[in-house]
Each structure stands twice: as structure tokens, then as C-alpha cells.
């Protein structure tokens, strides 16, 4: 496009693209999903399309499409296929073909299917030829859970909490001042008990008429006791989930400890099979030429030297014939 303007809306990027293209583009996904530093078990890390650019680059300098549009619809596309396939090959009725590379299945199941699940549309009697290449890149995925409460959540339920308790303090205080005036009044009416009779009597009318104010401080001195029993409620509750905060990110730390600790084992992986790629080609009964071309492969192409590794006995010597020989030239 002139002045790689980019035209936004449904239908107005749409490019083609090369069957060699969409390779580099799954073996570039490839080789990105066995870094630790790009890929967790959750999927790709955030800006992980401009390394991916930098990847296909270094595999074919010609290609000239760009992230956004061309590369962020490509993949999302392989993505929503896999899992789409995935998803239906785990019901009962439904299987893959790995012969024709598609889907096994009754036309009405399908469309059942379809009524719920619209990313199924456009697979039936459709090929996918990439399901096992992808396999690499999006099987791993999994949900790791809920780190517990964030920080942010925690510090507010405290500041609520401290809040709550300076709200009550001049409850508290108007309790202690009633208890005061009661321990008061209780003392002025015992020195008034010595007096005649006559006195006797008038503080014990006085007596009748204080004992409202008794009451209503014994009815405050009983919801002060339910607030604070609220409030260390409360405070219980905070304890829990901030202990909950602290455990999750603990358990962060120890999954950076971890991605560090395999991506030493993950270089270590990779010096020992390419140390042993020979040996191993060896075992195939493959011509001497062959056998030293693939190791060149295997071992400067990274993402092809795990797969050859994960590859049952019996399906190594087809994949080392097909890097050398691939269908379209023969």
C-alpha cells in the first residue's frame, strides 16, 4: 500500500499468503513458544508480535508483510482453528483424520455443533494441515488461576477497616464520660443515705428519675460491644486476604525462579542433542550425505531439532526425508 497507508475496516487488508510464508510463520511461533522469555504456560507474553516479525525476518528477509494487520489476523486465525479442532475433537462423535488432515465426523453432528460454537464454521470436509505444528505452540496452554487478591484491593479494605475504627472512637469516649457520671451519682447518693430520713427519701425519688439515662448508657455500652465485635471481624477478614496476597506473590517469585532455573536446562537440553543429533541420524539408515544435511538443519533450526526429538522412532526418518526433500520439489 502507497505510503504503507493502512486502510482500517472489515475486508480491506485482506492479503495472500504463500504456502511458504504460513511455514516460516508456525516455525517462527515455534521457536518462540520454547523461550521462557516469550511464552509462560498462560500463552505469549505482551509484545510478543515484534520479536515474532524479527524471527520470520531472519528466516526469509523478503517477507514483506507487516504486524497489523497481516500477522495479528494470520495468527489469530491458526489460533481459532487449532483450538476450534481441538475443542470438537474431544467429543464423542467427533475424531481427526491425520491422514487428510481434517475432521472426522456426521454432517448433522457438525452442525449441531456449529448452533454453539460459531469458530467451528468452515471446517467440514475442510484441510488443516498445520494441527500438528501447532500442537508446539498452543497445546501448553493452560489457565494458571487467580493470583489472590491484588495489592491495590488490599491496601483499601485497610484504609475501610482504620477508617471504621476512627469513626467509633467517639462512641468509645461517650461510654467512658456515662460510666463516669454513673459511678458519680452512685457515690452522691450514698452520702445522701446517711442523712435523715426525709432526705432518704427525696434521693431515692432522685435516684428513680437518673435511672433513664442508666439505661440508655447500658443500651449504647451494648452496641459499642457489637461495632467491636464487628470490627475485629473485620480485621480478621483483612488478615486472611492479605496472608492469601502474600502467598501469590510468593508463588510469582517462585515461578521467575523456576523460568529461570528451565531456560538453563532448556540451553543445556539443546547442547545435548545437537551433540547427539548424529548418533541419532545415524540410527535411520540414512546416506552419509543425508545424514551430515540434516544435522546441519537440526542443528541451526532449533524448533525443528524438538520436533525431531518428540517424534516417535518410527516417524523420524519421513520428517528428516521431508526437511530434505520437501514435497513440492520432488
Same mark, same amino acid.
Given at each position: 500500500?502507497?505510503?504503507?497507508?493502512?486502510?482500517?475496516?472489515?475486508?480491506? @487488508?485482506?492479503?495472500?499468503?504463500?504456502?511458504?510464508?504460513?511455514? +516460516?510463520?508456525?516455525?517462527?511461533?515455534?521457536?518462540?513458544?520454547?523461550?521462557?522469555?516469550?511464552?509462560?504456560?498462560?500463552?505469549?507474553?505482551? @509484545?510478543?508480535?515484534?520479536?515474532?516479525?524479527?524471527?520470520?525476518?531472519?528466516?526469509?528477509?523478503?517477507?514483506?508483510?507487516?504486524?497489523?494487520?497481516?500477522?495479528?489476523?494470520?495468527?489469530?486465525?491458526?489460533?481459532?482453528?487449532?483450538?476450534?479442532?481441538?475443542?470438537?475433537?474431544?467429543?464423542?462423535?467427533?475424531?481427526? @483424520?491425520?491422514?487428510?488432515?481434517?475432521?472426522?465426523?456426521?454432517?448433522?453432528?457438525?452442525?449441531?455443533?456449529?448452533?454453539?460454537?460459531?469458530?467451528?464454521?468452515?471446517?467440514?470436509?475442510?484441510?488443516?494441515?498445520?494441527?500438528?505444528?501447532?500442537?508446539?505452540?498452543?497445546?501448553?496452554?493452560?489457565?494458571?488461576?487467580?493470583?489472590?487478591?491484588?495489592?491495590?484491593?488490599?491496601?483499601?479494605?485497610?484504609?475501610?477497616?482504620?477508617?471504621?475504627?476512627?469513626?467509633?472512637?467517639?462512641?468509645?469516649?461517650?461510654?467512658?464520660?456515662?460510666?463516669?457520671? +454513673?459511678?458519680?451519682?452512685?457515690?452522691?447518693?450514698?452520702?445522701?443515705?446517711?442523712?435523715?430520713?426525709?432526705?432518704?427519701?427525696?434521693?431515692?425519688?432522685?435516684?428513680?428519675?437518673?435511672?433513664?439515662?442508666?439505661?440508655?448508657?447500658?443500651?449504647? %455500652?451494648?452496641?459499642?460491644?457489637?461495632?467491636?465485635?464487628?470490627?475485629?471481624?473485620?480485621?480478621?477478614?483483612?488478615?486472611?486476604?492479605?496472608?492469601?496476597?502474600?502467598?501469590?506473590?510468593?508463588?510469582?517469585?517462585?515461578?521467575?525462579?523456576?523460568? %529461570?532455573?528451565?531456560?538453563?536446562?532448556?540451553?543445556?537440553?539443546?547442547?545435548?542433542?545437537?551433540?547427539?543429533? +548424529?548418533?541419532?541420524?545415524?540410527?535411520?539408515?540414512?546416506?552419509?550425505?543425508?545424514?551430515?544435511?540434516?544435522?546441519?538443519?537440526?542443528?541451526?533450526?532449533?524448533?525443528?531439532?524438538? +520436533?525431531?526429538?518428540?517424534?516417535?522412532?518410527?516417524?523420524?526418518?519421513?520428517?528428516?526425508?521431508?526437511?530434505?526433500?520437501?514435497?513440492?520439489?520432488?
Amino acid at each position: 500500500m502507497e505510503n504503507d497507508e493502512i486502510v482500517r475496516g472489515r475486508g480491506k @487488508n485482506k492479503c495472500f499468503w504463500t504456502g511458504e510464508e504460513v511455514k +516460516v510463520l508456525i516455525e517462527s511461533l515455534q521457536e518462540l513458544a520454547c523461550d521462557p522469555m516469550w511464552k509462560s504456560d498462560g500463552g505469549f507474553k505482551n @509484545n510478543y508480535m515484534s520479536e515474532l516479525l524479527k524471527i520470520i525476518l531472519r528466516k526469509q528477509p523478503t517477507f514483506t508483510k507487516q504486524v497489523s494487520p497481516h500477522i495479528e489476523s494470520k495468527v489469530k486465525w491458526l489460533k481459532n482453528r487449532f483450538h476450534a479442532i481441538v475443542e470438537m475433537c474431544k467429543e464423542s462423535g467427533c475424531s481427526w @483424520n491425520d491422514a487428510e488432515k481434517k475432521i472426522s465426523c456426521e454432517k448433522q453432528w457438525y452442525d449441531d455443533w456449529c448452533k454453539t460454537h460459531k469458530d467451528a464454521k468452515g471446517l467440514w470436509d475442510v484441510k488443516f494441515p498445520y494441527l500438528g505444528d501447532l500442537e508446539i505452540v498452543y497445546g501448553r496452554d493452560r489457565a494458571t488461576g487467580n493470583v489472590a487478591e491484588d495489592f491495590a484491593q488490599a491496601v483499601q479494605d485497610m484504609e475501610d477497616v482504620q477508617n471504621l475504627e476512627e469513626g467509633h472512637e467517639g462512641l468509645d469516649a461517650m461510654s467512658n464520660s456515662d460510666n463516669d457520671k +454513673v459511678e458519680e451519682d452512685e457515690v452522691n447518693s450514698i452520702e445522701q443515705s446517711t442523712q435523715s430520713s426525709s432526705t432518704s427519701t427525696r434521693n431515692s425519688k432522685k435516684q428513680k428519675k437518673q435511672s433513664p439515662p442508666i439505661a440508655n448508657v447500658s443500651k449504647k %455500652m451494648k452496641s459499642a460491644s457489637t461495632t467491636r465485635g464487628d470490627l475485629d471481624a473485620s480485621l480478621q477478614l483483612l488478615t486472611s486476604k492479605f496472608g492469601d496476597f502474600v502467598e501469590g506473590i510468593q508463588a510469582n517469585f517462585t515461578t521467575m525462579a523456576a523460568a %529461570m532455573s528451565n531456560e538453563d536446562k532448556r540451553e543445556q537440553l539443546v547442547s545435548d542433542r545437537r551433540d547427539q543429533v +548424529v548418533a541419532e541420524l545415524m540410527k535411520l539408515a540414512l546416506p552419509s550425505g543425508d545424514v551430515m544435511n540434516a544435522a546441519d538443519i537440526l542443528s541451526e533450526q532449533i524448533s525443528k531439532l524438538h +520436533v525431531f526429538y518428540n517424534l516417535p522412532a518410527e516417524m523420524k526418518r519421513q520428517y528428516v526425508i521431508n526437511l530434505l526433500y520437501p514435497p513440492s520439489t520432488r
